[in-house]
């Protein structure tokens, strides 16, 4: 007999971002586990068996593909599964139609938090989100600061919800993985910190670039991510703070170079507001590199104790623990030293199987 569970995996496209490296990874540690489990999928999945939907729902049709996402959700999978198989969607999604019972993973509220970042999914959040978390049967909650979102933004049983954790690629983010050339390939001859994700004001990038423009020490910023209005935004900043030799930004670039760019690093940089979880801690340690973060929603309970932490959006104390990684002896060492302790906590394999655990 097979194990009678169903994904519901529309939110992948062929170079999944975000939910969508979510929902990769689970699926294929999930089907590792119970290859009867049924996928489906608007793309092929390396491994697994799927079952093909229709391609407009994939995230790489923007607003209209949501649309179709939404519409399909709600219509069509309804008819796809029998009423005794439990459907699993890896994203804020449900049928409100299905009587199967279904299981839904929250990773965060930044419409809530940031509207005008995301001004149609606000209305989702405030309007359907309600009526979704009353109708799951079980909700995964990737950190326990998105578990406290939920009770606070709505009236859920708090014993349906479920803390699992994010995993990382450690296959891809890795020591193993770095060569010298890529920095060569992008230029870099110089000592630099990194900053990666750089798509939304929320991360917060701005108070980084003030640091540094008081930072007397040789040093430069690599900030990463495709141009973007708030990339624009950035550049004026640099301009009006006449630091533009200082601050690199250095586009979009394949996630192979990320290993090499994040070790040879003097640190990653994470200013961010808020995270549902903060999966680049997990990605700059796996590459060996020292961490500097803010002390806000999620983050520490994926740094631990193996980052150096600054003050929520507070520039000078940021100048000064970037400053600390480059002069106080042993400093940089000790947290990469931690770093490599941290990440054990943390793999797509121990997620999916405690995701198991409650769709069995």
Known sequence: MGSKIVINSSILDERPTGLGIYARNVIKELYKQDES??????????????????????PSYKKRGGLARLLWTQLILPFK?????????????????????QIITIHDFIPLYYPKVAKHQNKYYKILMPILLKKSYKIVAISENTKKDI?????????????????????????????ISTLEKYKINYDYMIMVGASYPHKNLEIAIKAISNIKIPLKLIIVGKNSEYI?????????????EKVNFIGYIPDEDLPSLYYYSKAFVFPTLYEGFGLPILEAMGCGTAVIASDNSSLSEVYGDAAL?????????????????LTVPGLREDLIEKSKENI??????????????ILK
């Open 344 to 357: 054990k906590r943390f793999s797509w394999e121990k997620t999916a199987k405690e995701i198991y655990d």
């Open 37 to 58: 489990i049924r996928v489906l999928s608007p793309v092929d999945i390396d491994g697994i068996k799927t079952e093909k939907i229709n391609k407009y729902v994939k």
């Open 309 to 325: 932490i600054f003050k929520d959006n507070d520039s000078s104390d940021l100048k000064e623990k970037m400053e600390s990684i």
């Open 232 to 244: 624009m935004k950035l550049k004026e900043l640099t301009h009006e703070l006449n630091i533009e």
């Open 81 to 101: 599964v029998k009423k005794d198989e439990i459907i699993y969607h890896p994203f804020q999604y449900i049928s409100l139609f299905s009587s199967s019972k």
């Open 151 to 179: 009770l606070k933004f709505y009236k859920v049983d708090e014993s349906k919800i479920h803390v699992i954790p994010n995993g990382y690629d450690t296959k891809m983010f890795n020591i193993e993985n770095t060569n």
